[in-house]
């Protein structure tokens, strides 16, 4: 189904999971049978709210790029999210458990791009349109209740994007194709994975995400931040955690929770 439905009252429910997120309180799930673009719709209106408080959008997250990913939340396409300045960790901080409903990490790729990626382009444009790739974690945070979700719920709630953590910025023309990650809390690995998991090469959902935000009226522009997906399932998070990511040959990234 396709189309933004009339009997939708887009801004309402916008509003309402933008107060879910602000308030770190979880809502049931949406009782409304949304469409694709009314699930786009509410995102992009309840990221208006966002920018309207002053938050600025830095780039995209993509979503469900991986079997495991999918086969743990029990969704099967792909979904991509906004991300801002204020859902940024810097590498090593610390985070509040109370700032966040019930979050998770999984262990991602992150892209910096130096030019605008539009449309339809391959995997050598991708890589030219690039200033840097880095270990990245993604903090989700579904604001539904008991982090469960319809397709069209999760697009609505910005497909679960609550903050990220980046590690250092490496040489975006390296293969980064199959290169071994380690989620670790507390020291003990808990995801092991390969970024092979993500489409069978990160860049792939780098150009898928050139290709729907430009389709969606906001398209990928020079100093945006790109998040491929989680290469493995997500982990819980509890007061107390530290969590470590390694990739290999790109380095760390690492952020504690209280
Ligand atoms: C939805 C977000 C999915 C990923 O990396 O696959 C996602 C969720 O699992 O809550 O971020
Ligand atoms: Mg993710």
Known sequence: ?????EMVDIAALATRLDDAQRFA??????????????????????MRLRYARGERRVGIKMGFTSRAKMAQMGVDEMIWGRLTDAMMVEDGDTIAIADYVH?????????????QLVGKVTIPQAVAALAGVAPAIEII??????FKFSWTDVVADNSSSSGFVLGAWGDPAQ???NLGMILEIDGQ???IGSSAAILGNPLRSLIAAARLAEAAGDPLKAGDIV??????????????????????????????VK
């Open 1 to 5: 189904m396709t189309g933004v439905t």
């Open 25 to 46: 309180r979880a809502t049931p799930q949406l009782a409304e049978p949304l469409t694709v673009d009314d699930a786009y719709a509410v995102q992009a209106a309840s």
């Open 103 to 115: 979050p998770r990490v999984e262990p991602e790729i992150a892209f910096l791009l130096k030019a």
């Open 141 to 146: 945070d579904s604001r539904y209740q008991d």
């Open 175 to 177: 293969s980064i194709a």
């Open 189 to 191: 690995p808990r995801q």
């Open 227 to 256: 998040m491929a997906g989680g290469a493995t399932a997500a982990e819980a998070l509890a007061p107390g955690n530290h969590v470590r990511l390694s990739v290999q040959n790109l380095g760390t990234a690492e952020f504690s």
